[in-house]
């Protein structure tokens, strides 16, 4: 996978402390594996990702029958999952959500509690941008991944930037990798 990592903001200074490039697939299905508490994050450009599976959001619910997964849906995108009959996903503001992960007193969405990490898809740049800059500096403890296309500099883990071809080869080998194929 040839991956730069430049930011996908001009101007933007992440800091001193920048997101480690995902070279391989196994590696981040490595760490969704190890996650005692994930959280996928879904955001409304989820629906224009192509897949294998028709686009983002079905293959979000394939993750979320796996493993220790919980899917947060943003915007008008619980609305997407509950057309296609799953039961799976919460929903929530992205700002809120942002809120929420960062305050170590929220239980999560089924009360069990905080979740160790957080895998962000399907967001507009800057919009992800902002939130993981708060998560980096405000849950410590919180690990965090952007399987976006882009290099996502204040995510703990990022692809580099990626082709379109090369990007859904990668999620594929991902969610393969989940299901133990």
Same mark, same amino acid.
């Given at each position: 996978?040839?991956?730069k ?11 001193p402390?920048?997101a ?6 196994e590696?981040?299905?490595a ?12 955001g409304s ?10 686009d983002f ?6 993750i ?8 947060a ?6 609305g ?5 009959d ?8 992205l700002?809120?959500?942002g809120?929420?992960l ?13 979740y ?6 399907? $967001? ?20 965090? #991944?952007?399987?976006e ?9 990022? $692809?580099g ?12 080998? #991902?969610?393969? #990798?989940?299901?133990g194929?």
């Amino acid at each position: 996978m040839a991956a730069k990592t430049i930011p996908g903001q001009t101007a933007e200074i992440a800091g001193p402390k920048k997101a480690f490039l995902i070279q391989k697939p196994e590696v981040a299905a490595a760490m969704m594996k190890r996650a005692k508490r994930a959280l996928l994050i879904v955001g409304s450009e989820a629906v224009k990702i192509r897949t294998k599976d028709g686009d983002f959001v079905d293959t979000a619910m394939r993750i979320a029958g796996l493993r220790n997964t919980t899917v947060a849906a943003t915007g008008h995108l619980v609305g997407e999952f509950k057309r296609r009959d799953s039961t799976d996903a919460y929903s929530m503001p992205l700002m809120n959500l942002g809120d929420r992960l960062r305050d170590p007193e929220w239980r999560g969405f089924d009360g069990e509690g905080p979740y160790d990490l957080a895998i962000f898809v399907g $967001f507009p740049y800057y919009m992800e941008w902002l939130v993981l800059s708060g998560l980096k500096s405000f849950a410590p403890d919180l690990r965090t #991944i952007s399987l976006e296309r882009v290099y996502q500099p204040n995510a703990s883990w990022s $692809f580099g930037n990626t082709t379109k071809d090369e990007w859904e080869e990668v999620i594929e080998k #991902i969610v393969s #990798i989940l299901e133990g194929k």
